[in-house]
């Protein structure tokens, strides 16, 4: 009798123990990204002169807000000067847009 106790027992740790293992955590979804990292899904707009600059521009602008590299209002002073270099870009002034972004870029740290 005491045998057979000792063996359920036995058996019954051995089950709850089991029982007791942790699963895996879970993967995280594919389109979360990390918090200021741009997502695998981040393209670099085409395009070629001024009207290429200016949208390459504010795609990293967009993504540097969305990642947490720059603030709101940062992210609106350059998206103005953006806009101004569009607006000379759109008037066939090439020369003046990229002189535009380059001076934007230069002005808040951008290479």
């Known amino acids: 009798m005491r045998a057979t106790s000792i063996l359920f027992t036995t058996v019954a740790a051995l089950l709850l123990a089991a029982c007791q293992t942790a699963a895996p955590p879970a993967a995280p979804a594919p ?19 001024c009207a290429g600059e200016v949208d390459r521009f504010q795609a990293v602008m967009d993504n540097d807000l969305a990642t947490g590299h720059t603030t709101k209002a940062v992210h609106g002073r350059v998206s103005a000067e953006i806009e101004n270099a569009r607006k000379s870009c759109a ?7 990229t002189a535009q972004i ?8 951008y290479p």
Do not use: L, Y
């Not at 389109?31 to 002169?49: D, I, K, W």
């Not at 380059?102 to 740290?109: E, H, I, L, V, Y």
């Open 31 to 49: 389109e979360q990204a990390a918090a200021g990292v741009t997502p695998s899904t981040f393209r670099m707009p085409a395009g070629s002169g």
């Open 91 to 97: 008037a066939g002034n090439d020369a003046g847009a």
């Open 102 to 109: 380059r001076a934007t870029r230069t002005k808040f740290g």
